[in-house]
């Protein structure tokens, strides 16, 4: 569901980069504020967990159609609102300037559209509020389940109306979200069963992480080794090996596209905005499409790009490269945080 820039006016991909950077700034300051020692590694790892899982289409059977992990209530669950937010939008900052995954002008649409309804909405009123204070397998399977699934249709209907909005005649609101709001239903019920499988899989290992009872600043200290090195295995098997077999199918966004205007994309509007952060995408994107650029690829590998499983290096060094961006990336931020609340603890003393 990454939005490309020919979807968003520049009025709407400006005022969405504006509201995705006051919550990044807002995260910082309660991660700030909250955070344990044991939050900053996970903030990479689990970036570079969800960055490996992203890779993968899945398809949604009878549909000619796929969708991809969105992750956001994976991390909100693993690491807390505030941090799940600032690795959401790590990830997708990494996948649009290094992968041309997603646009510049709609990365502030993207963050907005995975990380705000998963960590801001559905952890706090529907994931929080069906836990409560046990972590029954049933208990954690619904509330993974439900709050993936309605995350989901938030935002896919925010992408509708980011495009409507932006007044993309090609994408009128009814058809477009007549199309958006099933095919995320399914996605949503496949992403549903895959957290609740990562959230399973932590409850059993480690389960005072999944405590929400407490701040992660209260929480007596644990070890997070167990959970910390599963996902840095996964994320490398998933990004170095699995990422051949994603589905082939258009992803929802596409497919969506697609029912409502026969095209599974839309032309860029000639304007200076649009070119410029074109060329500069074009400039960053080392692996653009998760793969070689094309005077890079042998003719080889360019012959068997169709073909399923799609075995190709560019792939897996984009699986590799990719995840290893994302955990500095993420690990990074939380290590500036942990430093300034220490630098601001000691001003204090």
Same mark, same amino acid.
């Given at each position: 569901?990454?939005? /490309?820039? #020919?979807?968003?006016?520049?009025? $709407?991909?400006?005022?969405?980069?504006?509201?995705?950077?006051?919550?990044?700034?807002?995260?910082?300051?309660?991660?700030?504020?909250?955070?344990?020692?044991?939050?900053?590694?996970?903030?990479?790892?689990?970036?570079?967990? /969800?960055?490996?899982?992203?890779m993968i289409n899945y398809t949604i059977p009878g549909t000619?159609?796929?969708?991809?992990?969105?992750?956001?209530?994976?991390?909100?669950?693993?690491?807390?609102?505030? #941090?799940?937010? %600032?690795?959401?939008?790590?990830?997708?900052?990494?996948?649009?300037?290094?992968?041309?995954?997603?646009?510049?002008?709609?990365?502030?649409?993207?963050?907005?559209?995975?990380?705000?309804?998963?960590?801001? /909405?559905?952890?706090?009123?529907?994931?929080?509020?069906? @836990?409560?204070?046990?972590?029954?397998?049933?208990?954690?399977?619904?509330? !993974?389940?439900?709050?993936?699934? @309605?995350?989901?249709?938030?935002?896919?209907?925010?992408? $509708? %109306?980011?495009? $409507?909005?932006?007044?993309?005649?090609?994408?009128?609101?009814?058809?477009?979200?007549?199309?958006?709001?099933?095919?995320?239903?399914?996605?949503?019920?496949? =992403?549903?069963?895959?957290?609740?499988?990562?959230? !399973?899989?932590?409850?059993?290992?480690?389960?005072?992480?999944?405590? /929400?009872? +407490?701040?992660?600043?209260?929480?007596?200290?644990?070890?997070?080794?167990? @959970?910390? @090195?599963? +996902? +840095?295995?996964?994320? $490398?098997?998933?990004?170095?090996?699995?990422?051949?077999? !994603?589905?082939?199918?258009?992803?929802?966004?596409?497919?969506?596209?697609?029912?409502?205007?026969?095209?599974?994309? +839309?032309?860029?509007?000639?304007?200076?905005?649009?070119?410029?952060?074109?060329?500069?995408?074009?400039?960053t994107a080392i692996l653009p499409d998760y793969g070689f650029? =094309?005077?890079?690829?042998?003719?080889?590998?360019?012959?068997?790009?169709?073909?399923?499983?799609?075995?190709?290096?560019?792939?897996?060094?984009?699986?590799?490269?990719?995840?290893?961006?994302?955990?500095?990336?993420?690990?990074?931020?939380?290590?500036? %945080?942990?430093?300034?609340?220490?630098?601001?603890a000691s001003a204090t003393i």
């Amino acid at each position: 569901m990454h939005v /490309v820039d #020919a979807l968003v006016s520049p009025a $709407v991909g400006g005022t969405f980069w504006a509201v995705s950077a006051g919550l990044i700034g807002y995260s910082c300051k309660k991660v700030k504020s909250e955070m344990s020692d044991s939050i900053v590694p996970l903030m990479g790892v689990t970036g570079a967990f /969800v960055f490996a899982a992203q890779m993968i289409n899945y398809t949604i059977p009878g549909t000619g159609s796929s969708g991809h992990l969105g992750g956001g209530m994976i991390l909100a669950i693993l690491l807390g609102p505030w #941090a799940g937010f %600032l690795v959401m939008a790590s990830i997708l900052t990494v996948q649009a300037l290094f992968f041309a995954d997603g646009g510049i002008l709609a990365l502030g649409c993207n963050i907005f559209n995975l990380g705000f309804w998963t960590c801001f /909405v559905m952890y706090p009123l529907v994931y929080k509020k069906i @836990v409560g204070r046990g972590l029954s397998p049933s208990k954690l399977f619904w509330a !993974a389940m439900l709050s993936v699934i @309605v995350g989901l249709q938030l935002g896919a209907f925010g992408v $509708v %109306l980011q495009t $409507v909005l932006s007044g993309k005649a090609e994408l009128p609101f009814t058809a477009f979200v007549l199309a958006m709001q099933p095919i995320h239903l399914g996605i949503g019920i496949i =992403e549903g069963f895959i957290t609740a499988g990562v959230v !399973a899989f932590v409850a059993k290992a480690q389960p005072q992480l999944l405590d /929400v009872s +407490l701040p992660p600043s209260d929480k007596p200290a644990f070890s997070i080794k167990l @959970v910390t @090195v599963s +996902l +840095l295995i996964a994320a $490398v098997i998933i990004g170095g090996a699995l990422s051949w077999f !994603a589905s082939a199918h258009p992803d929802g966004l596409e497919w969506s596209m697609f029912k409502t205007s026969g095209s599974e994309e +839309l032309d860029t509007p000639d304007n200076s905005v649009y070119t410029n952060l074109s060329k500069l995408q074009e400039k960053t994107a080392i692996l653009p499409d998760y793969g070689f650029k =094309e005077n890079e690829v042998s003719g080889a590998e360019s012959q068997t790009a169709e073909s399923w499983p799609a075995v190709s290096a560019g792939t897996t060094i984009s699986g590799l490269v990719g995840g290893l961006l994302t955990l500095i990336l993420a690990f990074g931020i939380g290590i500036l %945080l942990k430093l300034r609340k220490k630098t601001q603890a000691s001003a204090t003393i």
